[in-house]
């Protein structure tokens, strides 16, 4: 179809009017934007179950999208909801005694400088750390707040998106200005890294809090079930992760004259916690996606910042789509390139 000049201005104008509006409602919408992203995860993820509702046991939509929630609300939204509301709770208690931190960090450094004659501490480096602790602890807790509430969200979304969802899939692929082929190759990408990631991640987190606990407990960490928990959210931090949970601990005991027990957690946090992660990455590789390193750290990075909780799946999944249409761009308009996969 060819297009004359006016109706290409007509066009480009109405395509501009559609991004002006929609980055108005993304705008306004942010901060429910992980709600809209978790819904969009559990269809995905569910979508096989709905159309097995739908045309095998010739549910009605609306029946088949009930019985959907009631499953997402059992296992997913009341024991998230569950765990947030007890972190939360937990963190807001927390009562640091900074004065005894940075007392004890000057008696290390006093210790140092005493073997090396090197200055490591000074009043003026160490002023930032209550600030930073109060901020933090804050932070967790709002965010695990937000959690909650955009948990509501998605239950709202997922509904409609359980009801419409074959017709908002063909109008996505509609409107992908792509040859078929390549329409498949990026929804089939989409499909993939979000299986990989939704399910991938919280049995790296089960299986890494389960570690922890079992490692908390030999080393009589105090509370060791909810430094488990917090370990397996660690997980979801790029580089640093779980070493943000057992290493402070360590310390602490440390500082506290448990030498034996804070030299053995760090060993522990060291050896086994950290290790897990790549044991448990080997054997989901066999069945989910085989995602590069690079793509799930700075994938992660940009997420976490992008969309928040749900940054873990919706940023490895932009830095792969980045990736993927690099190489169909080289494909189709560059034909002496290879591609980036070769």
């Known amino acids: 179809m060819f297009w004359s000049a006016k109706e290409k201005r007509w066009s480009m104008t109405l395509i501009l009017f559609i991004l002006i509006l929609g980055g108005i409602i993304f705008f306004e919408l942010q901060e429910f934007m992980s709600g809209f992203l978790g819904a969009f995860t559990l269809y995905v993820l569910m979508r096989k179950q709905m159309i097995y509702l739908t045309e095998r046991k010739k549910f009605r939509p609306s029946s088949a999208s009930a019985l959907l929630l009631v ?39 006093y210790i140092v400088e005493q073997k090396t004659g090197y200055e490591i501490f000074t009043g003026e480096n160490l002023s930032f750390i209550p600030k930073w602790g109060i901020a933090t602890v804050q932070g967790v807790a709002q965010s695990i707040y937000s959690l909650v509430i955009n948990s509501l969200v998605m239950i709202f979304v997922l509904y409609f998106l359980f009801i419409k969802g074959k017709k908002i899939e063909r109008a996505f692929r509609d409107l992908m200005p792509l040859k078929e082929n390549n329409k498949t190759a990026v929804l089939q990408e989409v499909k993939v890294m979000i299986h990989a990631n939704a399910i991938g991640i919280p049995l790296l987190a089960v299986a890494q809090g389960g570690v922890a606990l079992a490692g908390f407990l030999i080393f009589d960490v105090k509370e060791p079930l909810f430094y488990a928990i917090l370990t397996g959210f660690a997980t979801i931090i790029p580089l640093l992760g779980t070493g943000l949970v057992w290493a402070p601990l360590g310390i602490s005991m440390i500082m506290n004259d448990n030498l034996v027990n804070g030299i053995g957690l760090l060993l522990f946090g060291f050896l086994v916690i950290t290790n897990i992660d790549n044991l448990i990455r080997f054997l989901l590789q066999k069945k989910l996606a085989d995602v590069h390193p690079l793509i799930t750290v700075f994938g992660v990075i940009a997420g976490l910042k992008l969309f928040g909780f749900w940054g873990v799946i919706f940023g490895p999944l932009l830095v792969s789509l980045f990736y993927l249409c690099i190489n169909i761009y080289r494909q189709e308009y560059t034909p002496r390139s290879e591609s980036l996969n070769d």
């Open 71 to 109: 499953e997402v609300v059992l296992l997913f939204l009341i024991p998230i909801s569950v765990v947030s509301i007890m972190l939360a709770d937990k963190i807001s208690m927390i009562d640091i005694d900074f004065q005894f931190i940075l007392g004890k960090l000057n008696e290390l450094a």
